[in-house]
Structures are given as C-alpha cells and as structure tokens.
T-cell receptor, first 109, second 114 residues
C-alpha cells in the first residue's frame, strides 16, 4: 500500500498567523482528502482534492498529483483551528484511504 | 440526515469478553468503512463494505474480528475474546457513490479493555 508522510508533526502558532501543512505520497493517488480532528476526537472532512486547488473560507488546499504531494493552507488562524490535521489517500482501484500520522496544530490566543 | 452515528460512545470490558459496536451511515451512502485509531496515530483501515458486500479486509483484522452489514444499511463490528491491545477508538465512515467520495466519520466508539 501507499505511504503517507505529513510535515511538520507539530506546529504552534499565534492567533492570526498563517501556516502551510504538507503531505507527501509514495505513489500516485486518485483520491486525496484532508481532515481536521478536533480536541474531542471528531474527524471533519475538509477537502476532497485529488488534483488542483480548492478554497473554503480561510482554508485552501492544493494537490500536485504529478509530484505526489498536497498542501493545506490555513490563513488568519483562530484558536478553534487547533487539533490534528490528517491527509489521506488511495491509489489504483482501492477505495479505502491510508492516513498519515497527522500534524498537531496549536493556536495560541 | 444526522450524519454517521456510532454506538456506544464508550465501552469498558474485561479481557476475554466479546464486544459489538454499531454504525449507522448516512442513508444515501453505499460505502462504509471501519478504522481503528490509537493515541497519537492516524486512523488505520480495518474493513470496507459496498452495499452489503465486504470487499476489503486489512491484515489488522484478525480472526477475532468480524464485521457485517446486513441489507446494506447499518454495520456491526464484533471483537471476540478481547485483549488489552484492542483498546483503541473504533471509527466508522461512509461515502457516497462515484462523484461523491468524501468520507464522513462518526464520533467513534472508545474501547477500553481492562
């Protein structure tokens, strides 16, 4: 199966700062999703983005499929953005996603 | 639609006992997934259903684990003869047909084996 590497593993920001999270894949993926796990453990789907760029409010994501990486941008961060951000992908005919180990984001007031 | 529902939210059991968890997916979703998450790790895939057919099982799913999805609606995950290493958060997700592949996760069932 594919390997998913996320960086950085931990990130501490002051409220209002911007950040970029990165996800590298060992193989081409045709299904790529970003999730936010809040401090209560709930996983929220942020983006389905196998290629291209999408934006949703202060969040945006870009996937460069040919180079097997994806970026998640968080602008003007808020304390409610704290939690763990996961990327996950699937390749070939696989329907199940393989998750990275996550980026733990802490936004300080 | 209230999203993906999992029950119970928490389960404490003694080693050697059997436990069963339930997942009710979003009604129009035909794909259902079970994952397991331990502290500090990302979710690990366990098994996947398309409608009532179990199409994929991870090698993590030992013979003590069994999952069903009768009639392609809710699903159950049973663990027999629980071990302390089974302690984890068990997550269920569902997704729709081609063109709507984004996962929606439930809140999970936290299992503690004592």
């Amino acid at each position: 199966g594919i390997q998913v590497e996320q960086s950085p593993p931990d990130l501490i920001l002051q409220e209002g700062a911007n950040s970029t999270l990165r996800c590298n894949f060992s193989d081409s993926v045709n299904n790529l999703q970003w999730f936010h796990q809040n401090p209560w453990g709930q996983l929220i789907n942020l983006f389905y983005i196998p290629s291209g760029t999408k934006q949703n409010g202060r969040l945006s994501a870009t996937t460069v499929a040919t180079e097997r990486y994806s970026l998640l941008y968080i602008s003007s961060s808020q304390t409610t953005d704290s939690g763990v951000y996961f990327c996950a992908g699937a390749s070939g005919s696989a329907r199940q996603l393989t998750f990275g180990s996550g980026t733990q984001l802490t936004v300080l007031p | 639609d209230t999203g993906v529902s999992q029950n119970p939210r928490h389960k404490i059991t003694k080693r050697g006992q059997n436990v069963t968890f339930r997942c009710d997916p979003i009604s129009e979703h035909n794909r259902l997934y079970w994952y397991r998450q331990t502290l500090g790790q990302g979710p690990e895939f366990l098994t996947y259903f398309q409608n009532e057919a179990q199409l994929e099982k991870s090698r993590l799913l030992s013979d003590r684990f069994s999952a069903e999805r009768p009639k392609g609606s809710f699903s159950t995950l049973e663990i027999q003869r629980t071990e302390q290493g089974d302690s984890a958060m068990y997550l269920c997700a569902s997704s729709g047909r081609t063109g709507s592949p984004g996962y929606t996760f439930g809140s999970g069932t936290r299992l503690t084996v004592v």
